[in-house]
């Protein structure tokens, strides 16, 4: 027979991964857009001025 873990992480654990693996992903992208802006001129599509409609 096969057992599985007797581990089942609670919530607060579930969440704390989760948070943990985004911050990962996000801190990635965020090194991969430094060095791009490096090399490329910034078009995210994004507007960096304030404003309006």
Known sequence: MSEKPDHNPSREERLAAKLRENLRRRKAQSREM?????????DSGLSKTRGGS
């Open 34 to 42: 430094s060095q791009a802006g490096e090399s490329e001129p910034d």
